[in-house]
C-alpha cells in the first residue's frame, strides 16, 4: 500500500501568546495539512473557510490526490461517513478514530467481548518514559453500517514516566482495510505514526520555526508562511535529516549548501 496520509491544523497560537498569528478581535488562521508520515513530508494543505470548519475542507484536500491504494488516517473529528464513502470510492483505505464525538458507536464497540481477543503488544522506551500500545482487532460486526468498514479494534497506550503515574488512554478504529493488508501490527503502526504528526510537524513548526508567535496574521500571508516552513521541512527530512534544527544550522552556516538539497530532494 501507499504511504498513509494524515492531517492536522496549523498555524494559530495557544493561550497566552496574544502577540501571534490570533488577533483581539478576529480568530487565527486555520489550515489543514495533508502529511506523509512515512517520509515526514507535507502532501498540500488548504485554508479553513471563516464560515466553514475542517471536515469539509479535508475532503476537498483530498480530491487533491489519488488516492489508489493509500491509507488516510485521520483523528476522530474526521470519522464520518461522507468521508469514508469518498476515501472508498476513490480506491483508497480509511482508519478512523471513534471517541466520544460518536458516543453511541463507540459504547456499541466498547461492550464487543475484548477480553475474549488475542493482544499484540509493543513497547518503547527512551526520553525517561516507557509506552505500551496494546492493540485487539476484530472483523467488524454486521451492526456496524460505517461505508466499507472491513475491521474494528480497540487500542490502548499506557505510558509510564519516571515518578508519575501511570497514564492510560483507550480508543477504538474503525478501518476499511482488511486482515491481510492491515494485521494487528500494522493498524497500530499506521495509529502511531496519526500521533507522530504533533511531533513531527505541529512541534517543529512551533518551536522551530516558532510559528505560534508569527505576526503574520493578513490576507494569504500566513498561508504562503506555513507552506514555505512545510517546503523547509520537507526538504531537510528527505535530505536525511531527522532533526530539524540541526539542519537549519547545518545549512545556516555555509549557505552555499542549501542547494545541494534543492537539487537531490
Known amino acids: 500500500m501507499a504511504r498513509p496520509v494524515l492531517r492536522g491544523p496549523r498555524p494559530g497560537n495557544g493561550p497566552g501568546l496574544p502577540d501571534g ?9 486555520h489550515l489543514v495539512a495533508a502529511l506523509d508520515q512515512v517520509a515526514g513530508v507535507v502532501l498540500g494543505q488548504l485554508a479553513v473557510g471563516a464560515k466553514t470548519n475542517e471536515i469539509p475542507c479535508v475532503r476537498e484536500l483530498l480530491t487533491c490526490f489519488n488516492l489508489a491504494g493509500a491509507v488516510i488516517s ?3 473529528m474526521h470519522t464520518q461517513t461522507d468521508t469514508a464513502e469518498m476515501i472508498t470510492a476513490a480506491g483508497g483505505d480509511y482508519v478512523f478514530t471513534i471517541k466520544n464525538n460518536t458516543p453511541t458507536l463507540r459504547a456499541k464497540l466498547k461492550a464487543l467481548p ?7 503488544r ?3 522506551t527512551g526520553h525517561g ?3 505500551t500500545r ?3 482487532v476484530l472483523t467488524v460486526p454486521d451492526w456496524i453500517d ?3 468498514a472491513a475491521q474494528v479494534a480497540q487500542l490502548r497506550r499506557t505510558v509510564t514516566t519516571r515518578g508519575k503515574k501511570p497514564s492510560v488512554e483507550v480508543v477504538y478504529l474503525v478501518t476499511s482495510a482488511d486482515h491481510v493488508a ?3 501490527t500494522v493498524l497500530a503502526s499506521w495509529v502511531q505514526g496519526q500521533w507522530a504528526i504533533e511531533n513531527r510537524l505541529h512541534w517543529v513548526r512551533d518551536v522551530t520555526f516558532a510559528e505560534d508567535l508569527s505576526r503574520v496574521r493578513t490576507g494569504n500571508a500566513p498561508r504562503v508562511m506555513a507552506t514555505l516552513r512545510s517546503t523547509v521541512i520537507g526538504i531537510l527530512r528527505l535530505d536525511g535529516w531527522t532533526n530539524i534544527a540541526s539542519g537549519l544550522r547545518h545549512h545556516a552556516r555555509r549557505s552555499e549548501r542549501v542547494i545541494e538539497p534543492l537539487l537531490t530532494s
Do not use: E, L
Open 134 to 136: 496494546t492493540i485487539k
Open 146 to 148: 460505517f461505508p466499507g
Open 114 to 120: 475484548w477480553k475474549q481477543v488475542p493482544p499484540t
Open 182 to 184: 492491515a494485521p494487528p
Open 74 to 76: 485521520a483523528d476522530a
Open 122 to 124: 509493543n513497547t518503547q
Open 21 to 29: 498569528a490570533r488577533r483581539d478581535n478576529a480568530a487565527a488562521p
Open 129 to 131: 518514559r516507557r509506552v
